[in-house]
């Protein structure tokens, strides 16, 4: 029962959601951690005791609660990869020898090498959600310190052996802490100890020699990554500027040497009133030009042909003057003959050339 309640916590805890995806580390990191150990039933043999089927097996030692903590130091290498130096300590309550209740506890302490691996769910399997899992094995030595008394004897003394663990577990970013990240892990260690050697004792009596030791446990902690910057904002997307209006032009034409606007000049005129209104307007240019035939042919016919231009673009602005257009919004020219809109030969009337241009910019 205790097994599956630890097994069902560490899920829960690796199922919460976080509001950012953990990040793969690369660069030097710390690490604390701390939690819950259920240390196996251990069997204990002194001299007297013999293994294997004409042996009595020895006495069957119960483990109650206990409770682990751990600090690291490692590296990761940016691939996922990491490798850490690990100090480790465990308590755990003894409950029985056999069938007899006891009071005591056994500790280990001492120190791993581990290497790990950052599964990077979003880069292998396209897989985005807020957590990164992990796995690693380690390898290192404990010492095991044991403290029993009950039925009227006791136990105590320290013996080292070679250990080792597997871990899997999930990492968690800490929002808005950057590098900081929070994580939840399960430990099986296993303490390999020799029936052939030991320093644990009956007081006064033989020594107590413990078989392999087996702990699980459910773990939460927190790390802290020194390189792990937040990544660069994106960047901003260009900013195209909108492409210009394209100015409109309204065309007015004339009869022939007269500046005079007829029914239809006037709608157009109008029109490009209202337009004026209902687009962004800065400018109006009025411009007003002649075919290359005058009332007054020689070398005046030029010079009258300029004239009668502007006085064709003041009959325009005045117009739209009176459909609403400000006077200082109206910019007016003449250019005579120049311009023609049909290319002619010499002293041809031309209507269309015979014209005023309303240009809205």
Known sequence: MRLRAALLATSL???APFAAKATTITGPYVGIGGGYDLTQTQHMRDAEDKPGPQGDGGAHV????????????GWGFGNGLR?????????????????????GHDRSYGGFVNVLYDIDLKRLFNIDVPVTPFVGVGAGYLWENASISGGGGKIAGTN?????????????????????QMTTEYRMVGQVEDFAMGNIHA?????????????????????????????PPPPAPAVVPPAP???????????????????RSREIVAEAAQASTHVQTTRIEVNGYTDNTSAHPGPRGEKYNLGLSMRRADSVKAELIRDGVPAN???????GEAHPLVPTGPDT????????????H
Do not use: C, M
């Open 13 to 15: 805890l690796a199922a």
């Open 62 to 73: 119960r483990h109650g609660h206990g409770w682990t903590g751990f600090a690291n130091v």
């Open 83 to 103: 490798a850490e130096v690990e100090g480790a300590y465990t308590w755990s309550a003894i409950k029985s020898v056999d069938t007899v209740k006891t009071k």
């Open 160 to 180: 080292g052996s070679f250990a080792y663990q597997g871990i899997v577990g999930a990492a968690y970013d800490i929002p808005g802490v950057s590098g900081l």
């Open 203 to 231: 007081v006064g009596g033989d020594a107590a020699r413990f078989d392999h030791r087996f702990n699980h446990q459910f773990i939460v902690g927190v790390r802290y990554a020194f390189n792990n910057a937040p990544p």
């Open 245 to 263: 209006t394209a100015a409109r032009t309204y065309l007015v034409f004339f009869d022939w040497d007269g500046a005079a606007l007829t029914g």
């Open 329 to 335: 919004a109206i910019d007016i020219h003449g250019y």
């Open 349 to 360: 009337r031309e209507p269309q050339n015979r014209r005023v241009e309303i240009i809205l």
